[in-house]
Antibody
Framework: EVQLVESGGGLVQPGGSLRLSCTAS????????MHWVRQAPGKGLVWVSS????????SYADFVKGRFTISTDNAKNTVYLQMNSLRVEDTAVYYC?????????????WGQGTMVTVSS | QSVLTQPPSASGTPGQRVTISCSGS????????VNWYHQLPGTAPELLIY???QRPSGVPDRFSGSKSGTSASLAISGLQSEDEADYYC???????????FGGGTKVTVL
């Protein structure tokens, strides 16, 4: 079964750090772009970051550039999102999603999400 | 304020046809294909339509997508109670060099 499982969310103070993980199973991880999308409480979906299968190409939404870093460990079939200098407005459910072989392919598999709460 | 504009809500009675619009610009919808996702209450989003009008395996043919110029639309025919969900359009934006989503449309079955 193709599956994505996120972990690492939690409560953190403003200015703090958190690392999210997304572990994939049921498919060849290195053949896919992987993405992070977030959803603030009661709000819509917002793209955060993407990485290609071998980790050589990344992209970020402007509001996280310089603060968040996406990376992959193909040996562990896992994509990470290192989040530093967290702000209250980063509070959201963070979803991991699978893309295709090409950058512009749709997100066809989503994880269940992990909640990040930034509050003092 | 989302880059792609969707109506916040849409509704219909069982069996009716509902259409959701998604308006963008030349740098996003005008240049790239559109995908649609739906999100049932309390669950993760799921892919509904990709590449403007293609349905993934398992998606009923009641759902259809189209694109013209800088706008796209999703149609749900034969509306059913289980179609109550939030629907989002999304595409790549060449200027922003990133993915953009619409603000979402909540579909209610009356």
């Amino acid at each position: 079964e193709v599956q994505l499982v996120e972990s690492g969310g939690g409560l953190v103070q403003p200015g703090g750090s958190l690392r999210l993980s997304c572990t994939a199973s049921g498919f060849t991880f290195k053949n896919h772009w992987m993405h992070w999308v977030r959803q603030a409480p009661g709000k819509g979906l917002v793209w955060v970051s993407s990485i290609n299968g071998d980790g050589s190409s990344t992209s970020y939404a402007d509001f996280v550039k310089g603060r968040f870093t996406i990376s992959t460990d193909n040996a562990k079939n896992t994509v990470y999102l290192q989040m530093n200098s967290l702000r209250v407005e980063d509070t959201a459910v963070y979803y991991c999603a699978r893309g295709g072989y090409y950058r512009f392919d749709a997100f066809d598999i989503w994880g269940q999400g992990t909640m990040v709460t930034v509050s003092s | 304020q989302s880059v792609l504009t969707q109506p916040p809500s849409a509704s219909g009675t069982p069996g009716q046809r509902v259409t959701i619009s998604c308006s963008g610009s030349s740098s996003n919808i005008g240049s790239n294909t559109v995908n649609w996702y739906h999100q049932l209450p309390g669950t993760a989003p799921e892919l509904l339509i990709y590449s403007n009008n293609q349905r993934p395996s398992g998606v009923p043919d009641r759902f259809s997508g189209s694109k013209s110029g800088t706008s796209a639309s999703l149609a749900i025919s034969g509306l059913q109670s289980e179609d109550e969900a939030d629907y989002y359009c999304a595409t790549w934006d060449d200027s922003l060099k990133g993915w953009v989503f619409g603000g979402g449309t909540k579909v209610t079955v009356l």
